[in-house]
């Protein structure tokens, strides 16, 4: 079955250095995109950055890139430069390719980030 | 443009009310979902639409109906409220083409 794993329910970072948020996934569909969300205390989602499973190259957007390895079926996140305006929560989630027209999203608990000054 | 709309963004229920979530988007998108999210958990899909018409079910729909007649709207029909729906609601879209799902600003629910 489809399965988002994050096992970081929190992080810490000093503020202008870079973290890394884990992200392992399971899928037996070859087609699968990865998406990351930032939720800040305010509470809306914020689409980060998006990797599909054919993609040669790691996506990256701004500070944000994506450490794709699909052998290990690992999707992580990093942040580099971290800024206060970082903390969140920080959530991963795969598109279910095997739904064929559905196209849902399987979510992640979430990770928990705080920068520090 | 304003994206995907929700009313209203707070709401108290008393147990066994019955409410409506507004929903609406202007993109044109064709796909639209219904989420719930628990303090501190993740999102739970309740109902998804992948056009007018046309509803399905995801995970944890008990206690809750949708309708799509049209593209822009999509609302969530709470009946007879109960305290475990307590819950702050997302409603979000995407088009038919794939891409990143777009997240209204959420309903937080409180049933007492």
């Known amino acids: 079955a489809q399965k988002i794993t994050q096992t970081q329910p929190g992080m810490f970072v000093q503020e202008k250095e870079a973290v890394t948020l884990d992200c392992t996934y399971d899928t037996s569909d070859p087609s699968y995109g990865l998406f990351w969300y930032k939720q800040p205390s305010s509470g809306e989602m914020i689409f980060l950055i998006y990797?599909?499973?054919?993609d040669q190259q790691n996506a990256t957007e701004g500070r944000y890139s994506l450490n794709f390895q699909k052998a290990r079926k690992s999707a992580n996140l990093v942040i580099s430069a971290s800024q206060l305006g970082d903390s969140a929560m920080y959530f991963c989630?795969?598109?279910?390719?095997?739904?064929?027209?559905?196209?849902?999203?399987?979510w992640g608990l979430g990770t928990s980030l705080a920068v520090n000054p | 443009n304003a994206g995907v709309t929700q009313t209203p963004k707070f709401r108290i229920l008393k147990i066994g009310q019955s409410m409506t979530l507004q929903c609406t988007q202007d993109m044109n998108h064709n796909y639209m979902y219904w989420y719930r999210q628990d303090p501190g958990m993740g999102l739970k899909l309740i109902y998804y639409?992948?056009?007018?018409?046309?509803?399905d079910k995801g995970e944890v729909p008990n206690g809750y109906n949708v309708s799509r007649s049209t593209t822009e709207d999509f609302p969530l029909r709470l009946e007879l409220a109960a305290p475990s729906q307590t819950s702050v609601y997302f409603c979000?879209?995407?088009?038919?083409?794939?891409?990143?799902?777009?997240f209204g600003p959420g309903t937080r629910l409180t049933v007492t």
């Open positions: 990797q599909g499973s054919y």
């Open positions: 989630a795969m598109r279910d390719g095997n739904a064929g027209n559905n196209r849902k999203l399987i």
């Open positions: 979000a879209s995407r088009n038919a083409g794939g891409g990143e799902q777009y």
């Open positions: 639409s992948v056009g007018a018409g046309i509803t």
